[in-house]
DNA sequence: GTCTATATTCCGATAGAC
DNA sequence: GTCTATCGGAATATAGAC
């Protein structure tokens, strides 16, 4: 794995958070290397493969962080502060998330782009699910919905208010994720 | 006001809220009516002239829907109701919501289509946050957050929940308003 | 193995025909 | 007033140079 094919799936990975799939090209990246356009081909053939590629990043990334949250031993409500620190932080960065931003994009993904983020939103809220679960039935959380839907809920909430965020500028987003726990305590 | 105009803001708006702002093109809608890509030209010189009046289009239906509920006499639930109707309505048709599909694209719109959506967004948040605060003081709704931010937390949940039910097909999206209303009652 | 020169296609947009 | 022929540029992608 060579540095350049890191760099670029970070750079795509940016560019896809900041102004979307349609709307970025290899030139993008090619200019931000000091390279021709074509030079990002040789690490990915087509831009299907980059795409997928950064969502692959991404699932290894978020399994790594749970994971390192199980063998640490976190409760639940340490485990979903982690996860909500990481929307707090796209929202610093004024960047969205990959299931918000390639969910928007979906119908004009290649198939297995389809298939990788189709991956990575169940694995998200597999365990979301699971752990307002478990979390209900030690007490830490109190919520009377279904944990499935209390999951999507809680995911769309992080995800649309970035999107509403990057449109109406003065949205206190730590407000809304405090309202978001709020709403999860006994 | 020609029938062409607005066919054309129609199809327009359909492919916005299907393949998003960046993956449509003039050619798209062009084919549709079954004359070259240049004769849109005519009626939107440009594509940010055509982005601004989609979104000009759902800024006047909105207040409409508005006007017509308040002169109604619709008391708060009906208004939501009402309200929450037009994203089951978007889920069946597979489409998302302006807010969300233009929000992902925010980044790469042009300053008068930007204007103009976040002058919709504030409409819109404007016209839910009201109607939370006036249905609380009545207790036809009950909720411990700020208004503000209630109002943040249900548009959320409903733009990315479609989003998400894009990704992840058998998402019972009723059964996720139904999640949102039953958080509102006394 | 890494990158460039180049091809091809499609985009938004203009000038001008009817 | 309405639409077409056509342009200039940017997109993805291939073939081949180093």
Redesign the interface.
Known sequence: MSITREKIIELGENLIL???Y??FSYQDISTELGVKNAAIHYYFPSKENLGTSIVRTNIQRFEEMIDNMHSRGFDEWQQLDTFIKIYIKSHREKK?CL???L??????LNENTKKE??RM??II?NWLTSTLTTGREKSIFKF???PQ??A??I???????L??S???DN?DYK??CQ??T??LKP
Request: net charge negative; charged share 15%.
């Open positions: 900041s102004r979307g349609n709307a969205l299931v918000g931003s969910g928007s994009d979906f119908n004009t983020l189709i939103t169940e809220l009377n919905e279904e839907n209390k999507i809920l995911l769309s909430s992080l995800v649309a208010t999107q509403i990057r449109i109406i949205i407000s809304i309202s978001i709020d709403g």
